[in-house]
């Protein structure tokens, strides 16, 4: 085995690789993953182990005996320190610990004794998938490698769930393909001897919210830093985003402190209420080493721009193409200013802040001072008092809201009082989708409701979880999309170890109507200063929304021109074709489009991709040309009812 890499990866690129069990059937197999670019690592016994595409800086790994070890990504194990844990390594059981240290975030693959292990992040930034291909079980860090190499075509099921708005948990995690298996985040695949034997075992369980803020924001505040310097260590330039928000401000000042040099990225909001520039200016101020660059607002992609040309290989529907040419925009002229590797703040308004829904088991725990609190939640967000008492009395358990939301797929979108101290927003299907498209969603909503269970019983950690993990699905597939744009992308606030540090402080201490992520600003005292902590709020980006829809409206409308989802009667062309010529419609500005327009566009690229393999070309070796993200990287994406929960920092 190969052990050329020097160094961690500052990840996470556009490595993937599927992983093959030591046996002569799974070497025959490799060939369907053998593509022009394509790299090899053997078993210990020379057969084909790991097939794909990677850096050398993406990729650490080390044998000893029988055991082999690979991580893909951003990590602090050199190879000397690798091979130490392979050299020690009797039971793969035991590569759990390894997991749950491990700062950064990174893929952790594994053979030993003639078995695998391959695990992603509990995160889900970092996901694996399984398929039977001539017998043999084969894991991959990409679902639609698996779906090649089978030769499947989507299923028209998954994409009418796909539809819905949002996709709820467990359905969103389901592949595009029939025959491809998910191996849920937080669990790592285990494949037998045999290649056939395969069984999900759990290394990840969110901690209990028990610490106090005192407690917890020194270890908040390590969890960061170390995350930054995972990626900021080997020096060189860096570039940051500085929206001015809480989120990014803490990167950047991270970043500042490590070896690398910095450049912080300001893009200021259309609308002459967002305060942004003003804040990172004074952020700025405090960074004297650090190169700012202030962006003209109006030379930023508005949402929707250039929904036409993406070509990403993806694969699932992602709901981030809409705001695709914001995210990736000022990536050129970051590489051009010798950035290897662009920070983000994406993330900080997931774990720094936290679920209302807490409030709902609180009300019954600490009834007066939940009473104290909801008051002031109801002045913050205008709960109506009626809504509010209703939302506290709702006791259903997660299976039977989610059967309940089954028989609501067409009311009115619910209030803010319900998501908030609910299990979630419940889903909706739209005029536009088609009575079979509709029928076949509500089967596959009846199904999951069955046996379904809430990803924690507590409905605040279970929003929060889910929360994470929509957020980081949009990331996966942006952290990609930064690659073909020229710098990688990193988010430390979706790292592991981060998300744990935050989730195990105490959830009436995170989230409070009288203070704006007082546990972030309480673990970035000293680092960050006293004034730039003070911003208690943020900017929507409504108005950047808004007139990308009036901007692209002809675009939209070719995009519903002759649609691949009406082709396979998912979708009433003719309606969407309506909603176009029509950019202010009442609802729109509350992006239910976006489910549809990440199917459409995921269905184009599909059918690109394979013009491509019948003119004799690769598609998988193709990387993007520079398009144009998002005005303010913190945000994931736009919308305030998007699926990645709040807007930025």
Request: aromatic share 6%.
């Amino acid at each position: 085995m190969t052990e050329a890499h020097e160094s961690a990866g500052p990840g996470p690129g556009d490595a993937h690789v599927a992983v093959l069990p030591d046996l002569d059937a799974a070497a025959a197999v490799a060939r369907f993953f053998a593509r022009p670019g394509t790299r090899t690592l053997p078993h210990p016994s020379g057969r084909p182990w790991l097939v794909g595409h990677w850096r050398d800086d993406e990729m650490v790994t080390a044998r000893a005996g029988s055991t082999a070890l690979a991580l893909i990504g951003c990590h602090t194990l050199d190879p000397d320190a690798l091979r130490r844990h392979a050299a020690r390594l009797r039971d793969i059981a035991r590569l759990d610990a390894l997991a749950r240290s491990l700062p950064g975030s990174c893929h952790l693959l594994a053979a030993l004794d003639g078995r695998l292990r391959a695990q992603g992040t509990a995160s889900g930034l970092r996901l694996v998938f399984h398929a039977r291909i001539e017998g043999v079980t084969v894991a991959a860090t990409r679902a639609d490698v698996l779906a090649a190499a089978l030769g499947l075509a989507p299923d028209e099921e998954q994409l009418a769930v796909r539809l819905l708005w949002p996709v709820p948990h467990p359905l969103g995690e389901a592949p595009m393909w029939r025959g491809v298996t998910a191996v849920p985040p937080g669990e790592a695949l285990v494949v037998g001897p045999d290649g056939r034997t395969v069984r999900h075992s759990r290394w990840w369980t969110p901690p209990e919210p028990v610490r106090t803020l005192a407690a917890g924001a020194p270890l908040v505040r390590e969890a960061l830093t170390e995350a930054v310097d995972a990626r900021t260590r080997q020096g060189g330039v860096v570039s940051c985003d500085l929206s001015g928000g809480l989120d990014s401000t803490t990167i950047c000042f991270l970043a500042d402190r490590s070896p690398a040099r910095v450049v912080a990225s300001t893009w200021p909001g259309r609308d002459p209420a967002d305060t942004d520039l003003q804040w990172a200016r004074q952020a700025a101020r405090f960074l004297p080493d650090t190169e700012h660059v202030v962006w003209d607002p109006h030379a930023s992609p508005l949402v929707y721009t250039d929904l036409l040309d993406i070509d990403d290989l993806l694969d699932e529907p992602t709901i981030g193409v809409m705001d695709r040419s914001r995210v990736l925009h000022h990536l050129p002229a970051m590489a051009g200013r010798g950035s290897r590797l662009h920070l983000t703040g994406i993330g900080g308004d997931h774990v720094a802040w936290c679920s209302e829904a807490y409030y709902h088991r609180l009300a019954r725990r600490r009834p007066l001072f939940a009473l104290r609190q909801l008051r002031g939640f109801r002045a913050l967000w205008q709960w109506p008092l009626g809504g509010t008492l209703r939302a506290l009395a709702d006791s259903r358990s997660y299976r039977a809201w989610l059967a309940d939301a089954e028989r609501h797929l067409h009311d009115p979108l619910p209030g803010s009082v319900d998501s908030g101290l609910g299990w979630g927003v419940p889903p909706r299907l739209f005029d536009w989708v088609t009575p079979d498209a509709a029928r076949t969603a509500r089967r596959a909503l009846r199904e999951a409701a069955a046996g379904a269970r809430p990803l924690h019983p507590d409905r605040g950690m279970h929003t929060d979880l889910e929360q994470i993990r929509s957020c980081t699905r949009i990331i996966r597939q942006w952290d990609r999309m930064a690659v073909g744009a020229g710098v990688p992308m990193a988010s430390p606030f979706l790292d592991d170890r981060v998300i744990e540090a935050c989730l195990a402080v105490r959830p009436e201490e995170r989230v409070t109507p009288w203070a704006y992520k007082p546990l972030l600003a309480a673990a970035m005292r000293g680092v960050v200063p006293d004034v730039c902590l003070r911003r208690t709020n943020k900017a929507a980006a409504s108005m950047d929304a808004a007139d990308g829809l009036r901007e692209h409206r002809a675009e939209l409308a070719e995009l519903w021109a002759d649609p691949h989802l009406a082709r396979l009667g998912l979708v009433d062309a003719e309606v969407l074709r309506g909603l176009a010529r029509r950019p202010s419609a009442p609802g729109l500005r509350d992006a239910v489009l976006y489910s549809t327009i990440a199917c459409e566009v995921w269905l184009r690229g599909l059918a690109a991709r394979s013009a491509l393999s019948k003119e004799g070309k690769s598609p998988w070796h193709c990387a993007s040309e520079p398009t144009s993200p998002p005005r303010r990287p913190d945000t994931a994406p736009s919308s305030s009812t998007s699926a990645t929960g709040s807007t930025g920092s």
